[in-house]
């Protein structure tokens, strides 16, 4: 637990400008504030304000907003102790934490540091042992045949061959792909990692703790879990290695090899072979639990916020391979079905997904298991058909990168997949009991969707698809027990929307406003400029102390109330907490948090002002409020004379005592107006301002 005192004062000393200026090179002073094109999302004109005198940001067109700790948390998916403590380091800043436990943190942080440091250091093995060992062609040799070898062990007529038939790769994106995913070999011999951890004064019971050594059964000592293999670092998302992945390789001929070494990975052993499995992967460790990360998402994140999509894949090698062709959004669940932490990570970096598993039986199951994950992190889900017995990278290399984003982008939702793979052609031809497992199948999908849209336009799709189950090529008695399965699937689909219920209506106390309604309600007498209060507030919050401001306050109402309300209480509980001598600063982030539970339109105007304030100084602030104040005293005026009239109208007076009521008006209205500020009198603001009032 970080102490409170320390996190205020990592905002307060942090130089938001100077940590997203990192992330987006095209900041630049507008103002009050910094303007870029945002990071989060796809935009040619910048809408990405930065406030540095409030350490805020906000971006106009997709909403996002908050402190630097927000910004670090969104763009390198750290958790928010993470965030703060990389701005605090950064700043010079020492943490302190909650002392309860102390010991046992230390110890455990202490433990987890020094498995960071075997794992670091194994990788640094297995890349040097690509770069240098006798044998490292056969890792080479796996990496040509599948077209990204590195540039230094192709010999120039490959390469011009190469660029050929891997149009838009280059030899540099393959050598920066080797480097990003720490691609390494990994020795035949029993104990080469083993010695190179003993060198560095590694213990081996730690590097037993995250897989890399095994203890030996017959005599004392460790041997190295992965030999012979081409090795994938596993990254956390600060880029710390924390597992491995070894993919095996062709058999080494036994008179090339050391009386040390291993032979053979397959083995022979009597009159039959043993076959080694093709990947070998790290078991779980204090710093590794395989459903909780993701292979690739360190290398792809900034890629995944860029498009905000992520491509889900399932093996390694796809992964990589897809990187050093140019698609660089692609991650894979390392070898594990996709699980609901991955699914949660990855809507850390995007809120679109893209499930292009193999072509095969398996890759289908995967995807269908992948559902429910997707669902529950919020994720949008779609899903490229691979053919029949593909995988990604084989379909990038026999068909092009070109070919594989084609069906990317014509990628189906995933509950039109399902349906498809549910009523597909063989539905006709099934029996009666596959075919009632099908309709039950669709039904559940249909009954499980949450968006009424979708699940009407689902089952319009489910029966456009049944419709084309051809009938004509059964014999009689099988047209009878197509076309009733055709009246079963269609009554079952039927009853599974009747049972998920109709689209919802409005809520209590909702109506349906017109487009003439919304004009009239949008003239709210006041509401302009009870805007222009609000936000002279929101940026200068230092006028709730001025007098002649307090007495501005009685004239609002509504949320604008409420507003105030927050403004005021967060302004003194700042200002009492900051010391005689430090400058009062309101914490956008509480302050937002406190005003979305007001109305989320007014959240998201207090953003927009705190990342791009309207006013320069403190005097145009009061200025405006003050114009905005004359102006709802006189709206107050005319709705105090109209009750009164209305009044006198109910009463027993006639005609000439509403006149004289109008009358009286009139003389208190040019009374008013002779005592408020120039301009008030009018209509006050811009087309800005009027802008601004619509969220309120």
């Known amino acids: 637990m970080i102490a409170p005192e320390t996190i205020a004062l990592v905002r307060e000393r942090t130089d938001i400008v100077a940590v997203i200026r990192e992330s987006v090179p095209s900041l630049k002073k507008r103002g009050r504030s910094f303007v870029g094109l945002c990071p989060f999302h796809q935009e040619k004109t910048p809408s990405f304000h930065v406030n540095a005198d409030k350490g805020f940001f906000h971006c106009f067109g997709c909403k996002e907003s908050g402190s630097a700790i927000d910004f670090l948390m969104k763009e390198q998916g750290l958790t928010f102790p993470e965030a703060v403590r990389s701005l605090a380091e950064r700043a010079g800043i020492e943490i302190e934490e909650d002392r309860r436990e102390r010991t046992e943190v230390d110890i455990q942080k202490k433990r987890k540091e020094e498995l960071y440091s075997v794992t670091q250091l194994a990788a640094v093995f297995f890349e040097k042992m690509l770069r240098e060992h006798p044998q ?125 070494d291993v032979t053979n990975p397959r083995k022979n052993q009597g009159d039959g072979e043993q076959k080694v499995a093709k990947y070998i992967n790290s078991p779980e460790s204090p710093i590794y639990t395989k459903g909780d990360h993701l292979f690739g998402l360190f290398q792809a994140r900034h890629a995944i916020r860029e498009e905000d999509v992520a491509i889900l894949v399932e093996g390694n090698f796809d992964v990589f391979t897809l990187h050093a062709r140019g698609m660089k959004n692609v991650v894979a669940p390392l070898g594990t079905a996709f699980t609901i932490e991955q699914a949660k990570l990855l809507k850390r970096f995007a809120s679109h997904a893209v499930l292009m598993f193999d072509g095969d039986a398996a890759g289908r199951k995967a995807t269908k298991l992948a559902r429910g994950p997707l669902r529950e992190a919020g994720l949008a889900a779609k899903v490229a058909n691979l053919p029949e017995g593909s995988d990604p990278d084989d379909y990038a290399r026999t068909k092009g990168v070109g070919e594989l984003e084609g069906l990317v982008k014509r990628a189906r939702g995933m509950l039109e997949y399902q349906i498809d793979l549910a009523l597909d052609p063989s539905f006709g031809s099934a029996d009666v009991y596959e075919r009632a497992a099908r309709v039950g199948e669709v039904s559940k999908l249909l009954a499980e969707e949450d968006d009424p849209l979708r699940r009407m336009m689902a089952k319009t799709y489910a029966d456009e698809l049944a419709a084309r189950i051809d009938l004509k090529t059964a014999d009689r008695q099988g047209r009878h027990v197509a076309e009733d ?93 900051a010391g005689l001598d430090e400058p009062v600063r309101l914490d956008p982030t509480q302050l937002l948090e406190r005003l979305a539970q007001i109305a989320p339109a007014i959240q998201t105007f207090a953003a927009e002002r705190l990342s791009a304030p309207k006013h320069e100084t403190l005097e145009s602030a009061k200025d405006e409020l003050m114009r905005a104040a004359g102006r709802l005293k006189s709206v107050a005026l005319a709705e105090d004379a109209r009750s009164a009239a209305e009044e006198q109208r109910r009463g027993e007076g006639g005609f000439d005592e509403e006149l004289a009521v109008a009358r009286d008006l009139r003389d208190r209205l040019r009374s008013e107006r002779h005592r408020l500020p120039p301009d008030s009198a009018g209509e006050a603001g811009n087309s800005s301002a009027k802008s601004e009032s619509k969220k309120h």
């Open 485 to 577: 399965s055709f009246r079963a699937l269609e009554q079952a689909m039927k009853s599974a929307l009747t049972k998920a219920g109709p689209p919802p209506k409005l809520r209590a106390g909702e109506t349906s406003v017109g487009p003439q309604r919304a004009r009239i309600e949008g003239k709210i007498p006041g509401k302009l400029h009870r805007a222009q209060v609000i936000g002279a507030l929101i940026e200068y919050p230092e006028l709730i102390d001025d007098p002649e401001v307090e007495g501005v306050f009685s004239f609002l109402e509504g949320d604008s109330a409420r507003t105030l309300a927050v403004l005021v209480d967060s302004w003194r509980q700042a200002r009492t907490a």
């Open 136 to 260: 490292r062609k056969y890792a080479l040799d796996e990496l040509a045949r599948r077209g990204v070898a590195p540039s230094e062990y192709v010999d120039r007529g490959e390469q011009e061959s190469f660029h050929e038939t891997e149009e838009g790769t280059t030899f540099q994106g393959i050598d920066d792909a080797l480097q990003a995913f720490r691609i390494g070999y990994a020795p035949a011999q029993w104990d080469g990692l083993a010695q190179f951890l003993r060198a560095q004064g590694v213990s081996p019971q730690a590097a037993e703790t995250v897989g890399l050594l095994a203890p030996r059964s017959s005599s004392p000592g460790h041997y190295d879990r992965f030999r012979h293999r081409l090795m994938f670092a596993v990254l956390d998302t600060h880029g710390r290695v924390i597992a491995f992945s070894g993919r095996a390789l062709e058999a080494i001929p036994s008179s090339s090899t050391r009386g040390d």
